[in-house]
């Protein structure tokens, strides 16, 4: 394990924390933060509008080490309010820790020794998943990209771009990383790292897929240096979901920029999977009725600026799942259908996996 030793000299590490009514996790979060081994670290705190008493709990925090700041705006979004962080950060580093989760006490050692160390512009390392009682486990130990080994350009750029529309290559999340602060800020003199259309879903990944290019090299470490809490929302309807059908045309027009032709077919794969998840969303969480989950497949279908392209992908690569032949032949019915049978496999699914937790919390207690 590369972990830096703390000296006075260390290099200054940023790490923002984008914050919205979280005075339920805030003192976890921040008191992960400020206990690391690596102490050469400000605390960028963006209340992002909250509406609760958490900006007068980081202020709190503020006022007992020095190396807290609190800023305020208007509600924005996540992103918005990581970049307002960004802007003000002195760091050679920085880092991004969501307000309700977690940092290991030697997460910014880790990662700022493998930087410094291996002189890369991004190291990303593992993350873990905490709720409640229940044991944390690894959530990133299948991704491809190397572990332990420094990615250079141009292999970089062509080899794993397409991480982006492939969940089993690299994640995507912003968290559970440090970047080399010039980078962005080169980045984001030549392009915006963020749109105001792409601010509640799939903002991370627009973000790195953007600074991606900019990237000189990537070290991956499995070293865990991130706690992600998790829980409690997954049976709620997610009416921000929507947002992610326009990344899909956004993500589409970066494909063609970058010429990146590999890119094309999981991206179509994850629109079609994201299409068909929605509209089981809208028909499990009872959003809307037979005509208006049609009426959706009509919307995308009709109007969706990326639909053109992905016909003529799947006439050029024909495809035997049924669900792409349902979307070709614009067979609404069907597709309804199909979105009715993926709500009876979840219903099924979910019910294996309560059982599953009971019988292992049975014997953990037993």
């Not at 997954?234 to 032709?261: A, E, G, H, V």
């Not at 600026?305 to 669900?323: G, I, K, V």
């Not at 199909?338 to 292992?360: F, H, N, P, T, W």
Request: charge should be neutral; glycine fraction near 4%.
């Amino acid at each position: 394990m590369s972990e830096m030793n703390v000296q006075t000299n260390s290099p200054l590490v940023s790490i923002v924390v984008p914050m919205y009514n979280q005075r339920r996790h805030l003192d976890d979060c921040l008191k992960s933060i400020v206990g690391q081994t690596y102490k050469n670290i400000e605390v960028i705190v963006v209340n992002d509008g909250s509406t609760d008493d958490s900006p007068l709990m980081a202020k709190q925090w503020a006022g007992r080490d020095e190396r807290i700041k609190v800023i305020d705006k208007p509600n924005a979004g996540a992103i918005l309010a990581r970049l307002d962080g960004y802007r003000i950060a002195k760091g050679d580093y920085i880092a991004f820790v969501d307000s309700d989760d977690l940092l290991p006490k030697n997460a910014i050692a880790i990662l700022a020794g493998h930087i410094v160390e291996r002189n890369v512009d991004l190291v990303i390392g593992s993350m873990t998943r905490k709720l409640a009682f229940i044991k944390q486990s690894h959530i990133d130990k299948s991704y491809t990209f190397p572990i332990h080994q420094v990615v250079a350009q141009p292999e970089l750029f062509d080899k794993y771009y397409s991480g982006f529309f492939r969940k089993d290559i690299f994640p995507i999340s912003m968290c559970a990383r440090l970047y080399r602060k010039s980078v962005i800020d080169k980045a984001i003199q030549e392009t915006t790292l963020c749109d105001k259309d792409v601010t509640l879903m799939g903002e991370d990944q627009f973000f790195n897929m953007k600074l991606f290019p900019s990237l000189n090299s990537v070290y991956r470490t499995d070293e865990t240096v991130y706690i992600y809490r998790y829980g409690g929302g997954t049976n709620r309807f997610n009416p921000n979901f929507i947002q992610w059908f326009t990344m899909s045309d956004k993500r589409l027009n970066l494909l063609d920029q970058y010429n990146y032709s590999q890119g094309y077919g999981p991206l179509f794969d994850e629109y079609i999977l994201c299409l068909y998840f929605h509209a089981s969303r809208l028909i499990s969480c009872k959003v809307e009725d037979k005509q208006g989950v049609i009426n959706f497949f009509k919307q995308e279908v009709e109007n969706r600026e990326l639909m053109p392209r992905l016909e003529a992908y799947y006439a050029e690569n024909p495809t035997s799942d049924n669900e792409v032949k349902l979307l070709l032949m614009h067979d609404y019915e069907g597709m309804y259908q199909y979105a009715v049978d993926l709500v009876q496999q979840r219903k099924g699914s979910l019910k294996q996996r309560a059982r599953s937790m009971v019988i292992s919390l049975l014997k953990k207690f037993s």
